[in-house]
Protein backbone atom coordinates (compact mmCIF):
# COMPACT_ATOMS: atom_id res chain seq x y z
CA UNK A 1 0.00 0.00 0.00
CA UNK A 2 1.64 3.24 -0.71
CA UNK A 3 1.37 6.29 1.71
CA UNK A 4 0.66 9.80 1.60
CA UNK A 5 -0.56 12.55 4.09
CA UNK A 6 -3.62 14.23 4.83
CA UNK A 7 -3.25 18.40 6.83
CA UNK A 8 -5.62 21.03 7.13
CA UNK A 9 -5.82 22.75 4.05
CA UNK A 10 -4.94 19.95 1.82
CA UNK A 11 -8.04 18.83 -0.38
CA UNK A 12 -10.31 16.30 0.77
CA UNK A 13 -8.92 13.08 -0.75
CA UNK A 14 -10.92 12.14 -3.70
CA UNK A 15 -11.77 8.32 -4.84
CA UNK A 16 -8.63 8.27 -7.23
CA UNK A 17 -6.63 9.10 -4.03
CA UNK A 18 -8.41 6.18 -2.15
CA UNK A 19 -7.42 3.93 -4.72
CA UNK A 20 -3.52 4.77 -4.77
CA UNK A 21 -3.72 4.84 -0.90
CA UNK A 22 -4.42 0.68 -1.52
CA UNK A 23 -3.23 -0.14 -4.38
CA UNK A 24 -6.75 -0.47 -6.71
CA UNK A 25 -7.91 0.79 -9.43
CA UNK A 26 -11.17 3.41 -8.80
CA UNK A 27 -13.69 1.31 -9.49
CA UNK A 28 -12.25 -1.62 -7.38
CA UNK A 29 -12.18 1.18 -4.73
CA UNK A 30 -15.50 2.32 -5.41
CA UNK A 31 -16.79 -1.54 -5.05
CA UNK A 32 -15.48 -2.32 -2.39
CA UNK A 33 -17.43 0.74 -1.00
CA UNK A 34 -20.73 0.31 -1.95
CA UNK A 35 -20.59 -3.04 -2.81
CA UNK A 36 -18.31 -4.95 -0.74
CA UNK A 37 -19.77 -8.40 -2.13
CA UNK A 38 -18.51 -8.52 -5.65
CA UNK A 39 -14.35 -7.94 -4.38
CA UNK A 40 -12.24 -10.30 -1.91
CA UNK A 41 -12.67 -9.92 2.04
CA UNK A 42 -8.34 -8.88 1.28
CA UNK A 43 -9.35 -6.08 -1.14
CA UNK A 44 -12.64 -4.86 1.17
CA UNK A 45 -10.53 -4.78 4.51
CA UNK A 46 -7.71 -2.68 2.09
CA UNK A 47 -9.73 -0.31 1.52
CA UNK A 48 -11.15 0.15 4.47
CA UNK A 49 -8.04 0.88 6.10
CA UNK A 50 -7.00 3.39 4.08
CA UNK A 51 -10.14 5.47 3.79
CA UNK A 52 -10.17 5.44 7.81
CA UNK A 53 -6.13 6.30 7.40
CA UNK A 54 -7.14 8.89 4.63
CA UNK A 55 -9.52 10.34 5.88
CA UNK A 56 -12.30 9.50 3.03
CA UNK A 57 -16.00 9.86 3.28
CA UNK A 58 -17.97 8.95 0.26
CA UNK A 59 -19.86 11.84 -1.17
CA UNK A 60 -23.46 11.28 -1.57
CA UNK A 61 -23.83 14.21 -2.87
CA UNK A 62 -21.95 13.72 -6.10
CA UNK A 63 -23.65 15.05 -9.20
CA UNK A 64 -26.39 16.99 -7.11
CA UNK A 65 -24.38 20.23 -6.25
CA UNK A 66 -23.61 23.13 -8.84
CA UNK A 67 -21.41 24.79 -6.01
CA UNK A 68 -19.09 23.86 -3.10
CA UNK A 69 -21.03 25.20 -0.58
CA UNK A 70 -24.43 23.48 0.70
CA UNK A 71 -25.37 25.87 3.78
CA UNK A 72 -25.94 23.52 5.87
CA UNK A 73 -24.11 23.00 9.07
CA UNK A 74 -23.64 19.55 11.18
CA UNK A 75 -24.10 20.09 14.99
CA UNK A 76 -23.90 17.38 17.84
CA UNK A 77 -24.42 17.41 21.28
CA UNK A 78 -24.17 15.15 23.76
CA UNK A 79 -28.03 15.32 24.94
CA UNK A 80 -31.25 17.62 24.63
CA UNK A 81 -32.42 16.44 28.01
CA UNK A 82 -30.26 18.90 29.83
CA UNK A 83 -31.55 22.72 29.54
CA UNK A 84 -27.63 24.21 29.60
CA UNK A 85 -27.37 21.98 26.10
CA UNK A 86 -30.55 22.54 24.85
CA UNK A 87 -30.57 26.41 25.41
CA UNK A 88 -26.48 26.50 23.99
CA UNK A 89 -27.84 24.47 21.09
CA UNK A 90 -31.35 26.56 20.62
CA UNK A 91 -28.98 29.73 20.02
CA UNK A 92 -26.47 28.26 17.87
CA UNK A 93 -29.06 26.84 15.57
CA UNK A 94 -30.98 30.63 15.99
CA UNK A 95 -27.79 32.24 14.72
CA UNK A 96 -26.90 30.33 12.02
CA UNK A 97 -30.47 30.61 10.59
CA UNK A 98 -30.78 34.15 10.27
CA UNK A 99 -27.21 33.82 8.48
CA UNK A 100 -29.38 31.53 6.19
CA UNK A 101 -27.31 28.18 7.66
CA UNK A 102 -29.86 25.25 8.06
CA UNK A 103 -28.81 22.65 11.13
CA UNK A 104 -29.07 19.29 11.29
CA UNK A 105 -28.59 17.99 14.81
CA UNK A 106 -26.46 14.77 16.34
CA UNK A 107 -27.26 13.35 20.06
CA UNK A 108 -23.75 11.45 20.80
CA UNK A 109 -25.00 10.33 24.22
CA UNK A 110 -21.32 10.98 25.73
CA UNK A 111 -20.10 8.15 23.65
CA UNK A 112 -17.32 9.91 21.31
CA UNK A 113 -17.41 6.62 19.32
CA UNK A 114 -20.82 7.35 18.08
CA UNK A 115 -19.65 10.98 17.30
CA UNK A 116 -17.41 9.58 14.96
CA UNK A 117 -20.09 7.30 13.13
CA UNK A 118 -22.40 10.31 12.90
CA UNK A 119 -19.63 12.48 11.69
CA UNK A 120 -18.76 10.36 8.97
CA UNK A 121 -22.47 10.14 7.92
CA UNK A 122 -22.56 13.63 8.20
CA UNK A 123 -19.47 14.76 6.40
CA UNK A 124 -21.01 12.65 3.11
CA UNK A 125 -23.40 15.49 2.80
CA UNK A 126 -20.69 18.07 2.59
CA UNK A 127 -21.73 20.34 5.16
CA UNK A 128 -20.07 23.58 5.06
CA UNK A 129 -19.74 23.35 8.43
CA UNK A 130 -19.46 21.23 12.11
CA UNK A 131 -20.17 22.01 15.69
CA UNK A 132 -19.30 19.52 18.02
CA UNK A 133 -19.49 19.57 21.77
CA UNK A 134 -16.35 19.32 23.59
CA UNK A 135 -13.01 18.63 22.56
CA UNK A 136 -12.57 15.12 23.36
CA UNK A 137 -12.84 13.09 20.14
CA UNK A 138 -11.64 9.79 18.54
CA UNK A 139 -8.52 10.15 16.47
CA UNK A 140 -10.43 9.00 13.22
CA UNK A 141 -12.97 11.68 14.01
CA UNK A 142 -9.71 14.32 13.97
CA UNK A 143 -8.91 12.80 10.55
CA UNK A 144 -12.15 12.90 9.38
CA UNK A 145 -12.28 16.76 10.20
CA UNK A 146 -8.45 17.59 8.96
CA UNK A 147 -9.57 15.60 5.61
CA UNK A 148 -12.48 17.25 5.16
CA UNK A 149 -11.22 20.73 5.67
CA UNK A 150 -14.12 22.71 6.75
CA UNK A 151 -14.47 25.01 9.73
CA UNK A 152 -14.78 23.22 13.16
CA UNK A 153 -16.12 25.05 15.93
CA UNK A 154 -16.21 23.06 19.32
CA UNK A 155 -18.48 24.13 21.97
CA UNK A 156 -18.71 24.57 25.67
CA UNK A 157 -15.17 23.34 26.73
CA UNK A 158 -12.40 25.52 26.66
CA UNK A 159 -8.76 24.48 25.52
CA UNK A 160 -6.05 27.04 24.18
CA UNK A 161 -5.50 25.37 20.88
CA UNK A 162 -8.52 23.98 19.94
CA UNK A 163 -8.51 21.54 16.57
CA UNK A 164 -10.17 25.06 14.56
CA UNK A 165 -12.19 26.86 17.13
CA UNK A 166 -13.49 26.49 20.20
CA UNK A 167 -15.92 28.76 22.77
CA UNK A 168 -16.23 27.89 26.39
CA UNK A 169 -15.23 27.30 29.58
CA UNK A 170 -12.69 26.00 31.88
CA UNK A 171 -13.99 22.39 33.83
CA UNK A 172 -11.10 22.32 35.55
CA UNK A 173 -11.44 25.75 36.85
CA UNK A 174 -15.10 25.47 37.15
CA UNK A 175 -14.66 22.59 39.63
CA UNK A 176 -11.61 24.65 41.84
CA UNK A 177 -14.34 27.73 42.23
CA UNK A 178 -16.79 25.26 43.92
CA UNK A 179 -14.63 23.85 46.36
CA UNK A 180 -13.22 26.94 47.39
CA UNK A 181 -16.86 27.85 47.90
CA UNK A 182 -17.68 25.43 50.02
CA UNK A 183 -14.57 25.66 51.79
CA UNK A 184 -15.38 29.72 52.86
CA UNK A 185 -18.85 28.42 53.70
CA UNK A 186 -16.98 27.02 56.28
CA UNK A 187 -17.45 23.32 55.27
CA UNK A 188 -14.50 20.74 56.02
CA UNK A 189 -15.44 17.74 54.36
CA UNK A 190 -17.09 18.06 51.11
CA UNK A 191 -17.57 15.03 49.14
CA UNK A 192 -18.63 14.71 44.87
CA UNK A 193 -21.62 13.31 43.56
CA UNK A 194 -21.19 13.48 39.47
CA UNK A 195 -22.09 11.05 36.52
CA UNK A 196 -19.35 9.17 34.65
CA UNK A 197 -18.75 11.79 31.73
CA UNK A 198 -15.63 13.32 31.11
CA UNK A 199 -16.99 16.75 31.83
CA UNK A 200 -17.93 16.28 35.17
CA UNK A 201 -14.79 14.03 35.37
CA UNK A 202 -12.56 17.18 35.01
CA UNK A 203 -14.44 18.98 37.40
CA UNK A 204 -13.65 16.42 39.77
CA UNK A 205 -10.40 16.66 39.28
CA UNK A 206 -10.17 20.75 39.76
CA UNK A 207 -11.78 20.16 42.88
CA UNK A 208 -9.70 17.43 43.86
CA UNK A 209 -6.46 19.80 43.00
CA UNK A 210 -8.00 22.79 45.25
CA UNK A 211 -8.22 20.11 48.12
CA UNK A 212 -4.82 19.40 47.70
CA UNK A 213 -3.19 23.07 47.19
CA UNK A 214 -5.04 23.85 50.79
CA UNK A 215 -4.34 20.99 52.52
CA UNK A 216 -7.67 19.55 53.13
CA UNK A 217 -8.76 15.73 53.45
CA UNK A 218 -8.97 14.27 50.05
CA UNK A 219 -12.93 14.79 49.09
CA UNK A 220 -15.19 11.47 48.63
CA UNK A 221 -16.34 10.69 45.37
CA UNK A 222 -19.48 8.89 44.49
CA UNK A 223 -19.74 8.24 40.53
CA UNK A 224 -22.75 6.77 39.23
CA UNK A 225 -23.24 5.70 34.70
CA UNK A 226 -24.77 8.85 32.91
CA UNK A 227 -27.12 6.59 31.23
CA UNK A 228 -28.72 6.00 34.56
CA UNK A 229 -32.44 7.46 34.42
CA UNK A 230 -32.78 10.78 36.44
CA UNK A 231 -35.30 9.47 38.11
CA UNK A 232 -33.73 8.21 41.75
CA UNK A 233 -30.43 9.36 41.16
CA UNK A 234 -30.32 12.29 43.84
CA UNK A 235 -30.90 9.84 46.64
CA UNK A 236 -28.74 6.96 45.40
CA UNK A 237 -26.27 9.23 45.20
CA UNK A 238 -26.86 10.56 48.61
CA UNK A 239 -27.55 7.13 49.98
CA UNK A 240 -24.18 5.76 48.52
CA UNK A 241 -22.45 8.88 49.88
CA UNK A 242 -23.63 8.08 53.69
CA UNK A 243 -22.75 4.83 53.43
CA UNK A 244 -19.27 5.44 51.94
CA UNK A 245 -18.49 8.39 54.10
CA UNK A 246 -20.68 9.68 56.77
CA UNK A 247 -19.04 12.21 57.95
CA UNK A 248 -19.19 14.40 54.34
CA UNK A 249 -20.60 17.64 55.46
CA UNK A 250 -21.12 19.23 52.40
CA UNK A 251 -21.73 17.66 48.59
CA UNK A 252 -21.00 19.25 44.88
CA UNK A 253 -23.25 17.44 42.32
CA UNK A 254 -22.39 17.17 38.82
CA UNK A 255 -25.98 18.72 37.77
CA UNK A 256 -28.42 21.04 39.41
CA UNK A 257 -30.82 17.87 38.69
CA UNK A 258 -28.88 15.65 40.84
CA UNK A 259 -28.75 18.34 43.74
CA UNK A 260 -32.35 18.76 43.53
CA UNK A 261 -32.30 15.03 44.18
CA UNK A 262 -30.15 15.07 47.03
CA UNK A 263 -32.09 18.09 48.26
CA UNK A 264 -35.18 15.98 48.54
CA UNK A 265 -33.87 13.02 50.50
CA UNK A 266 -32.03 15.22 52.54
CA UNK A 267 -35.41 16.53 53.70
CA UNK A 268 -36.60 13.11 53.64
CA UNK A 269 -33.58 11.69 56.19
CA UNK A 270 -34.40 14.80 58.19
CA UNK A 271 -30.69 16.22 57.53
CA UNK A 272 -31.07 20.12 58.22
CA UNK A 273 -29.41 21.47 54.62
CA UNK A 274 -27.17 23.54 55.41
CA UNK A 275 -26.10 23.09 58.64
CA UNK A 276 -25.78 19.26 58.40
CA UNK A 277 -25.30 19.13 54.56
CA UNK A 278 -24.32 21.90 52.24
CA UNK A 279 -25.56 21.37 48.77
CA UNK A 280 -24.30 22.21 45.31
CA UNK A 281 -25.32 21.88 41.96
CA UNK A 282 -24.01 22.87 38.20
CA UNK A 283 -25.71 24.63 35.84
CA UNK A 284 -28.16 27.15 37.36
CA UNK A 285 -30.92 25.88 35.34
CA UNK A 286 -34.08 27.65 35.98
CA UNK A 287 -36.01 25.17 39.04
CA UNK A 288 -32.44 26.08 41.44
CA UNK A 289 -33.76 29.59 42.95
CA UNK A 290 -37.10 27.85 43.67
CA UNK A 291 -35.51 25.35 45.69
CA UNK A 292 -35.86 24.85 49.07
CA UNK A 293 -33.28 25.76 50.36
CA UNK A 294 -32.79 27.93 46.78
CA UNK A 295 -29.95 25.98 45.03
CA UNK A 296 -26.34 26.96 45.37
CA UNK A 297 -24.36 26.38 42.00
CA UNK A 298 -22.31 27.58 39.14
CA UNK A 299 -23.28 29.54 36.32
CA UNK A 300 -22.63 28.70 32.78
CA UNK A 301 -24.32 31.10 29.89
CA UNK A 302 -25.32 28.25 27.33
CA UNK A 303 -27.05 30.51 25.48
CA UNK A 304 -23.77 32.80 25.03
CA UNK A 305 -22.04 30.00 24.08
CA UNK A 306 -23.98 28.46 21.10
CA UNK A 307 -24.26 32.24 19.96
CA UNK A 308 -20.62 32.96 20.05
CA UNK A 309 -19.82 29.73 18.28
CA UNK A 310 -22.29 30.22 15.35
CA UNK A 311 -20.52 33.42 14.75
CA UNK A 312 -16.99 32.15 15.03
CA UNK A 313 -18.22 29.11 12.63
CA UNK A 314 -20.29 32.05 10.46
CA UNK A 315 -17.10 34.14 9.76
CA UNK A 316 -14.94 31.26 9.23
CA UNK A 317 -17.53 29.70 6.60
CA UNK A 318 -16.94 33.17 5.27
CA UNK A 319 -13.41 32.84 4.83
CA UNK A 320 -12.59 35.17 7.95
CA UNK A 321 -10.55 34.43 10.86
CA UNK A 322 -11.65 35.35 14.36
CA UNK A 323 -9.72 34.48 17.56
CA UNK A 324 -9.80 30.53 17.89
CA UNK A 325 -10.62 29.52 21.36
CA UNK A 326 -13.08 31.95 23.67
CA UNK A 327 -13.15 31.48 27.46
CA UNK A 328 -16.61 33.01 28.52
CA UNK A 329 -16.12 31.46 32.20
CA UNK A 330 -18.68 30.75 34.66
CA UNK A 331 -19.83 32.22 38.25
CA UNK A 332 -19.97 30.86 41.39
CA UNK A 333 -24.11 31.58 42.66
CA UNK A 334 -24.14 31.44 46.34
CA UNK A 335 -27.80 30.36 47.52
CA UNK A 336 -28.92 29.47 50.74
CA UNK A 337 -28.08 25.30 50.49
CA UNK A 338 -24.44 26.61 51.52
CA UNK A 339 -25.21 29.26 53.84
CA UNK A 340 -22.41 30.10 56.04
CA UNK A 341 -22.40 27.83 58.92
CA UNK A 342 -23.10 29.58 62.46
Not at 83 to 90: A, R
Not at 312 to 322: E, F, H, T, W
Amino acid sequence: MSTRSFSRGAAAPTLKDLARLAGVSPITASRALHRPELVAESTRLRVQSAAEQSGYVPNSLAGGLTSRQTRLVAAIVPTIGHSLFSDMVGALITALAEARYETTLGISSYDVEHEETWLAAMLSRRPDGVVLTGTEHTMRTRRLLLSADIPVVELWDYIPHPMDAAVGFSQEEAGRAAFHHLRACGYKRPAILRADDSRAQRRAQGFLRAAAELQAPEPVQVVFPEQRPQLGRGREALTALRAKCDHADAVFCSSDALAQGVLAHAHALGLNVPQQLGVMGFGDQALAVDCVPALSTVRIDGANIGRLGAQDLIARMRGGQPEPARDVGFAVIARASTALKS
